[in-house]
């Protein structure tokens, strides 16, 4: 189980380049292989406390009661962060359980949960659209998806980077990637900040960042942009293969994402993310997933009601 499950972490992230399966109880993302979320060794997640009684005025929280199920928009491509395990089809990653941890809050337990992929370009249709109850999906809030749907958080804060092949030398920075290929994804915001001019970067965009990683593994680009909480994972998938410049330049502050108009549930998501940050459950989950790549613990932003 335990080689089953990092084979395909690695096999999903590098494209079996790398097929280590032996994890390493350390958790740098130097040469070493980094300890997978969940694996032996690596720190425990908590447990969370399924809430009895629940009652939100949402609309949202009201049909998923009804239907007896939550339905959860995330990642399956971030090690780390978004993660679907192809052959036991198990989640993992810190943004999968902050969705685990609100979604007790609510009453739900792990097998009331549908999980739904949803990548980076979809994700304002299927939360507005109503086919998923929220995302939790290295979703970076700004005013302008505001407007197409509401968001709960912030509950963590990342930054645009770039990811290289560990013998890169050119690149260090944002200043060094003009005339070189950078690959980003279509619907994210580090897309939108890499193709202003004064970069002058030659950038591909697609739809995955698995894809964007393959590319720079074979040679096809020269570096990926993104926030760096999802490159450290990626790097850390790939020992000894790829590194992190580490030097962001945006600031993406995660949220989750849910209807536009349901205030209450809003509401009901900034309360859950406050009250397990100021018990220790978030540091927690911290340190079991996100923590185990390059990324150091960070106190939370405060959450921003509105
Ligand atoms: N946080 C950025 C965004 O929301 C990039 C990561 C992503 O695509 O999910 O666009």
């Known amino acids: 189980m335990k080689l089953r499950q990092s084979a395909a972490f690695a096999a999903i992230a590098v494209l079996a380049l790398t097929a280590t399966a032996c994890g390493g109880k350390s958790g740098s993302a130097g040469d070493k292989q980094a300890a997978k979320p969940g694996q032996s060794g690596a720190p425990q997640l908590p447990t969370y406390t399924v809430a009895k009684d629940v009652t939100v005025d949402s609309p949202t929280f009201k049909a998923a009661k009804a239907r007896g199920k939550l339905i959860i928009g995330s990642k399956a491509d ?36 549908e999980w739904k992929t949803v990548d980076s370009g979809i994700r304002e249709t299927a939360i507005s659209k109503g086919q998923v109850d929220y995302y939790v999906g290295t979703y970076t809030i ?21 990811l290289v092949r560990k013998d890169e030398t050119a690149i260090t920075d944002k200043s060094t990637v003009k005339g070189k290929k950078v690959c980003s994804i279509v619907g994210s915001t580090p897309l939108q900040e890499i193709k202003k001019p004064e970069y002058g970067a030659k950038v ?23 926030d760096d909480s999802i490159l450290k994972g990626y790097a850390a998938a790939n020992p000894g293969k790829l590194k992190v410049t580490g030097h962001p330049f ?9 209807n536009k108009d349901d205030k209450a549930l809003r509401d ?9 940050v100021q018990d220790g459950t978030y540091k927690k989950i911290y340190e079991a997933t996100l923590g185990l790549s390059d990324a150091k613990y960070v106190a939370p932003p405060a959450v921003q009601r509105y």
């Open 78 to 113: 971030q090690p780390y962060l978004g993660f679907e395990d192809q052959s036991t089809k198990v989640r993992s990653g810190f943004d999968v359980e902050i969705a685990k941890m609100i979604a007790a809050d609510l009453g739900f337990t792990d097998k009331q949960i």
């Open 142 to 162: 700004n005013d302008k998806r505001k407007k197409l749907v509401g968001f709960a958080g912030p509950y963590y804060k990342a930054g645009a980077d770039l």
């Open 204 to 226: 591909v965009e697609l739809a995955k960042y698995s894809d964007c990683v393959q590319q720079l593994l074979t040679k096809q680009v020269d570096a990926v942009t993104t």
């Open 250 to 258: 945006t600031e993406e502050p995660y949220g989750v994402g849910m």
């Open 268 to 276: 009901f998501v900034n309360t859950s993310i406050e009250k397990h």
